[in-house]
Antibody
Framework: QLQLQESGPGLVKPSETLSLTCTVS??????????WGWIRQPPGKGLEWIGS???????YSNPSLKSRISIFIDTSKNQFSLRLSSVTAADTAVYYC????????????WGQGTLVTVSP | QSALTQPASVSGYPGQSITISCTGT?????????VSWHQQYPGRAPKLMIF???NRPSGVSSRFSGSKSGNTASLTISGLQAEDEAEYYC??????????FGGGTKLTVL
């Protein structure tokens, strides 16, 4: 059974780049069975899909974030990563990594989430 | 892309049935049979309860069911139990293609 674990700094300064990594265990990140994705949830608010990547490096992103995000896979480490540039306080959230169905139609499983705070 | 519309809260007594609606457009909910529902307890990661409008993942109680009519999808929980008290989010595939969430519905078991 696949397990996902987010890692990265819990505090980022405004205007800097947020970087998070999701380590996949129990399976290969090069599988064609899933998309890999990122979702976030500001404190006390709802969920927002950020973007997803397929093993062949095909990516899709939330249009509202597209100009600031980069998602990529590191097959040697069985990891995928998110970079979000020019962050502001509005980017403070719990960030989840997740597996999505191979047709990008639903989120199958979630990591435990990691809180990232944007503050000077 | 705009968020899907869900009621902020619903409530019911143990044993009763409740329904949570999720309204979108012909570019998302109405255009595809790809609506899913997630349950989230406070401080926890969400959990998939329904996918492709009506399908339950292995291990999810049969008390949870999904349906769709036009641009509105629904999650019904029958035989309400105290453990069902949580936040529920709908999600839909869109034409972009992207995924869009509803704003969430807090279910209170009275």
């Amino acid at each position: 059974q696949l397990q996902l674990q987010e890692s990265g700094p819990g505090l980022v300064k405004p205007s800097e780049t947020l970087s998070l990594t999701c380590t996949v265990s129990g399976g290969s990140i090069t599988t064609s069975d899933y998309y890999w994705g990122w979702i976030r949830q500001p404190p006390g608010k709802g969920l927002e899909w950020i973007g997803s990547i397929y093993y062949a490096a095909k990516t899709y992103s939330n249009p509202s974030l597209k100009s600031r995000i980069s998602i990529f896979i590191d097959t040697s480490k069985n990891q995928f990563s998110l970079r979000l540039s020019s962050v502001t306080a509005a980017d403070t959230a719990v960030y989840y990594c997740a597996t999505l169905s191979r047709w990008l139609t639903y989120i199958e499983s979630w990591g435990q989430g990691t809180l990232v705070t944007v503050s000077p | 892309q705009s968020a899907l519309t869900q009621p902020a809260s619903v409530s019911g007594y143990p044993g009763q049935s409740i329904t949570i609606s999720c309204t979108g457009t012909s570019s998302d909910v109405g255009g595809y049979n790809y609506v899913s529902w997630h349950q989230q307890y406070p401080g926890r990661a969400p959990k998939l309860m329904i996918f492709d409008v009506t399908n339950r993942p292995s291990g999810v109680s049969s008390r949870f069911s999904g349906s769709k009519s036009g641009n509105t999808a629904s999650l019904t929980i029958s035989g309400l139990q105290a453990e069902d008290e949580a936040e529920y989010y709908c999600t839909s595939y869109t034409s972009s293609p992207t995924l869009v969430f509803g704003g969430g519905t807090k279910l209170t078991v009275l």
